[in-house]
């Protein structure tokens, strides 16, 4: 296919293949521009309903028109039957790549993330759901611009004829539970991989792992990822509540409407800065030093892990003369973490609603904040070694010694 000539298209060179088709690198001699154009593979075009589904992909797509989604020209066929589609071409990588490049910063992969829930945003409002949401199916362009590509299973709401009863479409380890079951899907399906992708971007690793698609597919319909915050430090609970919301099993559960994600995204963002605000203070004594954290936890989220009993003293720090109010209070702890057994190593706020405590990992220590009256904790970057954490009395700041 190299240099050969299709109507007006110079093909230059391939740059990728995919199961519903190849994409070549090509050279628009009419409007002289760089263009993508994607064949359906030849094996597949003797079957009428998969170049069905590839046609009505590209009139699907070409009516979108967003900043955030691979712009279609135009659908074609050639004389030996080879139908195609040409699309803009853009200069940069795939998240898939970004992903296996380098950790993505949390700031990054925030802001990656809103792009394409603006994106889908734009398709969901037309009545096309995506299908096939994936890291290879995402461009970031050098101008640091997302790009949603291959619209190859979008399907207009209510155009059920275009796909199988059962049919099982696009990546395994970005399907959502409905669609691995072969029940219909909505626009929700999306949004699930949004939460797959986002939890990819943050820990590197897929939340529903396995050596082979059907250990895949038990882990997503049967088990709960591992937290977030449990391996990676300095991930703000909130945002770990927003891509396990997305992740639901239940779709009822999820976000309803993908357009609220970059709301919540951006309320996010915004106020990142009020996470964990690290300030120093003079030594108290010349075997200790004292730092203190500004507490912001807007809300928390589900942990799935070891169940442990906390059993701890109000106000340990300051000594009174009858006997101390004790709480039994329930935590749960991520995986592989393990409580500091020093009494001193759990303090709970005056009013009773945030608890702090010390818990070890890998012979690594650090403070972890929770809110009572919520779930998920939250771990306090910058305090590995502290011990003896206790709070303000206004409950706004903790103190530990290190």
């Avoid at 305090?383 to 206790?390: I, L, N």
Wanted: aromatic share 8%.
């Amino acid at each position: 296919m190299i240099n050969k000539v299709i109507f007006h298209f110079k093909i230059l060179e391939k740059l990728g293949e995919g199961g519903m088709g190849v994409v070549y690198k090509a050279h628009d001699t009419k409007l002289n521009r760089t263009v993508a154009l994607k064949f359906l593979p030849p094996e597949l075009t003797r079957d009428p309903e998969a170049k069905e589904r590839f046609i009505h992909e590209a009139r699907a797509a070409s009516a979108l028109r967003h900043n955030n989604i691979c712009t279609i020209h135009e659908v074609d066929e050639t004389e030996e039957g080879h139908v195609f589609i040409c699309m803009d071409h853009y200069e940069g990588m795939t998240l898939k790549e970004k992903i296996n490049e380098r950790p993505l910063k949390l700031e990054e992969a925030i802001d990656i993330s809103i792009q394409i829930s603006k994106g889908l945003a734009e398709a969901h409002q037309a009545g096309i759901i995506h299908r096939d949401i994936k890291p290879a199916n995402i461009i970031i362009t050098k101008k640091n611009e997302v790009k949603i590509l291959d619209f190859g299973l979008a399907k207009l709401t209510g155009q059920t004829k275009l796909t199988k009863v059962g049919s099982t479409l696009g990546t395994a380890a970005y399907m959502s539970p409905e669609q691995l079951k072969g029940n219909p899907v909505d626009h929700r399906t999306d949004l699930w991989a949004l939460g797959v992708m986002m939890y990819e971007m943050l820990t590197g690793q897929l939340p529903f792992k396995g050596d082979y698609e059907q250990a895949i597919t038990y882990a997503i319909l049967n088990e709960e990822p591992e937290p977030i915050t449990a391996l990676r430090t300095g991930i703000p609970v909130a945002l770990e509540g927003i891509v396990f919301k997305l992740m639901a099993k239940d779709p009822k559960q999820r976000y309803q409407h993908v357009d609220e994600v970059p709301v919540d995204l951006t309320v996010l963002k915004n106020n990142s800065e009020k996470y964990s605000k690290v300030k120093k203070t003079t030594k108290s004594s010349s075997r200790s030093k004292m730092v203190t954290w500004q507490i912001w936890v807007p809300w928390g989220v589900a942990f799935i892990s070891v169940l442990l009993i906390i059993i701890f003293q109000i106000e340990r720090k300051t000594p009174t003369d009858g006997p101390k109010q004790i709480i039994r209070y329930e935590k749960n702890l991520p995986e592989g973490f393990q409580l500091d057994s020093d009494g001193g190593s759990v303090a709970i706020s005056r009013d009773g609603s945030k608890i702090v405590y010390v818990a070890q990992k890998e012979n690594t220590s650090r403070l972890y904040l929770h809110n009572l009256d919520e779930y998920g904790t939250q771990p306090l970057v910058g305090t590995e070694g502290a011990s003896q954490p206790f709070f303000s009395p206004d409950g706004n700041w903790i103190g530990f010694y290190a």
